[in-house]
């Protein structure tokens, strides 16, 4: 039982380069997540899923897209990078009623 | 505007005794509230939460106590052990009562070093 895989755990880009950040949980959850952590700063919440086949804005999702390929996978997308999107990226995982995320191990990205 | 805030940056404790974390709110529509624990270079782990219509979870070392009237919430850990030192932090929830947006709103951490 693996729980929250993020991938890659790394990765720099360019200024104006794609990317898609792949997350995949094994916990049969129905809500998934997206945050970002910058330094010195809490999680934000970037985008979210209630179920599959739904996607809905949080707090900062200017720059990002977001697909709910099925129950177990979440993907975050930058189409066109920009070095204000330097973050630590975290995929979470709820279950039904309970309030408890669950998270992944982060991918730390930077754009230059 | 922050609506989750924890004031301390960081906090060092001697190793035993007793570390005191904390964290005020000011969306009065939050009904639950959690402690996430957080190593470098891993993803947050779940510690400890509480609902508001409590003022007290315990768990082991690891208590969490609720003054809603003052928006306030701490985290005792009795006693501090070495592999506590990590970043905790203060999260909360207006998923059933706010009726906006899933997800949960964090503050941003405090730095908890256990001194030996």
């Known amino acids: 039982n693996a729980g929250v895989t993020q991938t890659p755990k790394f990765q720099v880009l360019k200024t104006g380069q794609s990317m898609t950040l792949q997350c995949a949980q094994d916990?049969?959850?129905?809500?998934m997540y997206w945050y970002r952590q910058d330094p010195g700063m809490g999680l934000r919440l970037i985008y979210y899923?209630?179920?599959?086949?739904?996607?809905d804005k949080g707090e900062v999702p200017n720059g990002y897209n977001v697909s709910r390929l099925n129950k177990r996978e979440f993907s975050l997308r930058l189409e066109s990078a920009a070095p204000s999107q330097t973050s630590v990226y975290f995929c979470?995982?709820?279950?039904?009623?309970?309030?408890?995320?669950?998270f992944g191990p982060g991918t730390r990205l930077t754009v230059t | 505007d922050q609506q989750v805030k924890q004031n301390s940056p960081s906090l060092s404790v001697q190793e035993g005794r007793i570390s005191i974390l904390n964290c005020d709110y000011t969306?009065?529509?939050?009904?639950?509230f959690l402690w996430y624990k957080k190593y470098p270079a891993e993803g947050p782990t779940f510690l400890i939460s509480?609902?508001?219509?409590?003022d007290k979870n315990e768990d082991g070392r690891f208590t969490v106590f609720l003054n809603k009237s003052a928006k306030h919430l701490s985290l005792h850990i009795v006693p501090s052990q070495p592999g506590d030192s990590a970043v905790y932090f203060c999260?909360?929830?207006?998923?059933?009562?706010?009726?906006?947006?899933?997800?949960?709103?964090f503050g941003k951490g405090t730095h908890l070093i256990i001194q030996p």
């Open positions: 509480i609902s508001s219509i409590k």
């Open positions: 999260a909360a929830s207006d998923m059933y009562s706010g009726g906006g947006a899933d997800g949960l709103t």
């Open positions: 916990m049969n959850h129905n809500s």
């Open positions: 979470a995982s709820r279950e039904g009623q309970d309030y408890e995320q669950y």
């Open positions: 899923s209630a179920s599959e086949g739904t996607t």
């Open positions: 969306n009065s529509m939050f009904d639950y």
